[in-house]
Structures are given as C-alpha cells and as structure tokens.
C-alpha cells in the first residue's frame, strides 16, 4: 500500500488536478491519500495568534482542517473516497478505490501524538504509514527539495518537514519520498512499477 501526502500549499495550484487525475487512474486498490491542512490551516494559525488559545485546542482545529482539505480533494476528484477508520479505508482499497483519510476520528483516540505545530500533517501521514502497514510514504511538496539522499533529520533542519517528523518516520517499516509538485510523472511511473 501507498500512502501519499498532497501538501496542503497545493491546494490553489493547478497541478493539484493533475496529481488527483493521476492518482485515481493509477492508484485503485493501493492508494489512500492523507491531506494537508492548507489554507484551513493557515486561518487555525491567524486564530491562535490573534487569540492565544492552548495547543491541545490548536491540535484539533489542525486535524479538522485536514479533513476540510480531504473533502475538497474528493470534490475535485469524485473517483477518491473519503473514509474515516481503518476498516473502512482497507474497504475501499478492496474495491479497487483510492481512499482518502479523514483523520479526525482515528486522531481524536491517538493520545500518542503530542498537540502542537511540531506535529504537522507530515508527521501524522508517518504515524498514519506506520498504522496501516503501508510500504510506501510519499510526500508531495511545493517547496525546493533537496537530493534524493536527503535524511528526515535534513529536511526537518531545513523546514521542508515539521521537527517531529525524523521519529515518527523512524518508528514505521516503510521506504518515504519526498517529491517535488512538479513530480506527477515521476510518482506515476513509480506505481507503474
């Protein structure tokens, strides 16, 4: 299983369409996309700043800006299905779909995760990864990259991903990349095999 993390800055772009139309062709029965938080999560951001609320609150407004972002994406692209619990998402990859999470539920019982913005939506696509058994993360960013041998230590020093991401990255069994916005072909020849 794949699972694949569209950033959350791609949310205005226009290869946001490209990467939905590429992964309903080529991921049915092996996909499940985790959302970013985007602009939904850009205004939890300019509320906690405006009015100092707690993390633990911040937390949770995060993960539902996820979601928000998750239902645009299914939206846009009707061949994605949105599913909320294991179960459900195993479901729909047996019935040759590309699911994508709505992490509200599954993350409203994971005590394990700490509230706070060193736990973006990068790490909790790792934790995610780690919880399904996945063999393969990919993150999608709009941001440079640097090379293919970057470590997860390297690119949380250099902000690509949030601090907690080396850990939760380290604590799964699958192989992670990190691709470019511009990578649609590149992911694509990938689950091409």
């Not at 990467?19 to 602009?39: F, N, T």
């Not at 998750?70 to 599913?83: C, F, K, N, T």
């Not at 960013?141 to 380290?170: H, I, T």
Request: hydrophobic residues 50%; glycine residues 8%; charged residues 20%.
């Amino acid at each position: 299983m794949w699972v694949v993390k569209l950033g959350g800055s791609l949310a205005a772009d226009p290869l946001l369409r490209d990467w939905l139309d590429m992964l309903a062709q080529e991921g049915p029965g092996r996909v499940i996309v985790v959302p970013g938080g985007g602009p939904f999560a850009d205004q939890v951001r300019d509320a906690q700043s405006h009015w100092r609320f707690d993390e633990g609150a911040a937390h949770r407004m995060a993960i539902l800006a996820m979601e928000q972002y998750a239902l645009m994406l299914a939206a846009i692209e009707p061949r994605l299905l949105p599913a909320t619990r294991p179960d459900a998402l195993y479901a729909a990859l047996k019935r040759e779909r590309v699911a994508v999470w709505l992490p509200a539920a599954m993350l409203a019982r994971a005590e394990e995760i700490p509230p706070g913005w060193d736990v973006s939506s990068d790490s909790l696509a790792a934790w995610f990864a780690g919880r399904m058994s996945a063999r393969q993360l990919v993150l999608v960013k709009s941001c440079e990259l640097p090379g293919q041998d970057a470590s997860a230590e390297e690119l949380s020093r250099l902000g690509v991903v949030d601090p907690a991401f080396p850990d939760y990255m380290r604590r799964g069994c699958f192989t992670t990349y990190a691709l470019n916005r511009n990578a649609y072909p590149a992911l694509r020849a990938m689950l091409r095999g």
